[in-house]
């Protein structure tokens, strides 16, 4: 079976429907034991150090996988994969570029989601059959969700390992999904958990790891992974454009903040971690999240796949004893 990867979420039912196995390679990057050297291998090849570390990982992974195919998201995601994509074009990569429309127009996107149904071989039918099939997995990829900050029975870090998943399924849908049942039947048997303090994690998934397990071991917990939970699909719509149109990531932080407004107020949440990544354009934004949500706000920054360091960790707890304060 084709393996083909891909720099960003992209619409994942051209890919099943096509027969291939779909690779996050930020996924593979940051599970890799060795995702140091991957960036390491990259910098040796010519990459500056002052280029974001997700995107040197992504370099490294599609080399460390043999990636032969790479759909490369060349609007709404990272201003570097354009030049990434020449790079690996040298590397012998078939390169399929990818772009979801600033104006989220309608139009526009469906012409791009059909490019890639070109490139694949897959018409309508096929893609709408795969859909359904990801959708039965979402359903329960939710419930997942609403146990976090409904039933309190998950943590944080459980919560953003599964959202964060269904970006790819882990390259197999079917076994994806077994995994996800046996968790569910697993974490309905618990008791509530009694973290004091909720809290809403927004950005990009860490490249920092020990987040969430330092934060519950203070006595709070992530009951809100933003850019996670959007990667799981979240609205239930059953037309394959508007779910890529609903879909915030790619687009303005106006349109994503409508969202976080929502979700922090359903989830009771009492303040927000902003996890921003060194040299990332999104880092301005931060900006506009300050002015935009009246909860209290903490900005971490990371740029190499490493545990929390002091820092952050003695950041973390004055935060926590400020809402503890409040």
Not at 45 to 71: E, H, M, Q
Request: proline share 4%.
């Amino acid at each position: 079976m084709l393996k083909v990867g891909f720099t960003s979420t992209i619409p994942l039912e051209v890919l099943i429907a096509a027969g291939a196995v779909p690779i996050d390679l930020n996924n593979v990057f940051i599970t890799n034991p060795a995702s140091l050297a991957l960036i390491e291998d990259a910098e040796l090849d010519g990459f500056p150090r002052n280029v974001c570390a997700w995107i040197k990982g992504i370099y490294g992974a599609v080399l460390f996988s043999g990636i032969t195919d790479l759909i490369a998201v060349t609007e709404g995601d990272c201003s570097y994969t354009k030049a990434l994509m020449e790079v690996l074009s040298l590397k012998g990569v078939r390169v399929h570029p990818f772009a979801y429309p600033a104006t989220r127009d309608s139009r526009a996107l469906r012409s791009e989601i059909e490019k890639l149904m070109a490139r694949f071989q897959v018409d309508w039918d096929r893609v709408n059959a795969a859909k359904r099939r990801l959708d039965e997995i979402r359903v329960k990829i939710h419930e997942i969700d609403r146990l976090t900050f409904q039933e309190d029975l998950v943590s944080g870090e459980e919560n953003h390992y599964f959202q964060v998943c269904s970006s790819d399924m882990n390259g197999n849908p079917d076994r994806f999904e077994a995994e996800i049942d046996a968790f569910l039947a697993q974490a309905l048997k618990r008791p509530a958990r009694r973290e004091r303090i909720r809290l809403a994690y927004l950005g990009v998934p860490p490249i920092v790891s020990g987040l969430y397990d330092f934060l519950e071991g203070l006595g709070a917990r992530v009951v809100f992974n933003e850019t996670q939970r959007q990667f799981s699909m979240p609205y239930r719509i059953d037309d394959l454009v508007e779910q890529y149109r609903a879909y915030t990531y790619p687009y303005d932080i106006f349109h994503r903040i409508e969202d976080i407004s929502r979700e922090l107020q359903a989830r009771r949440v009492d303040g927000v971690i902003h996890y921003v990544q060194s040299f990332c354009f999104r880092q301005i934004e931060d900006l506009v999240l300050r002015k935009s949500i009246a909860l209290p706000i903490l900005t971490l920054e990371g740029d190499k796949p490493t545990e929390i360091d002091a820092r952050t960790k003695i950041r973390l707890e004055g935060f926590l004893e400020l809402l503890e304060d409040r």
